[in-house]
């Protein structure tokens, strides 16, 4: 079994219920605007916001673009009359302010601590990631936070691995475990890197890499039997 110094996590859909929290989030921002909402509605957005993401991450466009494209590109589609730039402000503040987790996650942390060096890997926005993790007292949790907005650099890009890399002391790449549910900026862009994957799968999708993950759970309870060959000493 591989023993790891190291296990970084990715934040949305890994750790954190971003569907759940951004869903509220949204439906409070557009009846905050007067708007109805409908069931249908977050269906549009989640598509859209995915598609955004995927850009962000292959360079098409920048972080400033992201944001507001995400809703200008829903209020053309839902024929909403919205600042999107005002929106997504609204929008942040809300998120940031929804810490749900997913199954499983608050037991995984609880058992990981003082077991393994933990760090905290995300493409997220600072303003959402930062509150979220203080609400819940996350924020000491881990030993490394590493937000992409923060640095300049973001998964799938070395550069993103390279920092977090310099920030845990750049033990062998061996010995460091990526947990995500994103195959391209998560589990492609470590692999690239030299560290080893963990793909977080629960709804059992098809993985397209032309290398699979070293593993894939469908809940985050199964690392605990990856990991409990323990850490080496740090």
Not at 38 to 62: H, L, P, S
Not at 97 to 117: F, N, Q, T, V
Not at 177 to 202: K, Q
Request: aromatic share 12%.
């Amino acid at each position: 079994m591989k023993r790891y110094r190291w296990v970084l996590f990715d934040a949305d859909h890994t750790l954190f219920d971003f569907d759940k929290a951004s869903e509220e989030a949204l439906a409070e921002v557009l009846l905050l605007n007067g708007q109805h909402w409908e069931k249908g509605m977050f269906e549009d957005y989640r598509q859209i916001n995915a598609q955004c993401w995927k850009e962000y991450e292959t360079g098409v466009i920048n972080r400033d673009t992201l944001v507001y494209e995400r809703f200008r590109r829903y209020f053309q589609l839902r024929q909403l009359d919205l600042d999107p730039v005002a929106s997504q402000k609204q929008y942040l503040v809300r998120l940031g302010a929804k810490p749900y987790l997913m199954p499983g996650a608050a037991d995984l942390m609880s058992w990981l601590e003082g077991r393994i060096g933990i760090g905290y890997v995300t493409n997220g926005m600072p303003e959402v990631q930062r509150p979220r993790l203080e609400l819940i007292g996350w924020e000491k949790r881990f030993d490394v936070i590493v937000i992409a907005g923060e640095i300049g650099a973001s998964k799938p890009h070395a550069a993103y691995f390279q920092h977090v890399h310099q920030q845990i002391g750049t033990p062998d790449h061996a010995e460091v475990l990526v947990v995500g549910d994103n195959l391209t900026a998560d589990i492609e862009g470590a692999a690239s890197f030299g560290y080893h994957t963990c793909w977080y799968n629960p709804q059992q999708e098809h993985c397209h890499l032309p290398k699979d993950p070293d593993y894939t759970i469908l809940h985050l309870s199964e690392l605990r039997e990856i990991l409990s060959a323990g850490p080496v000493s740090m």
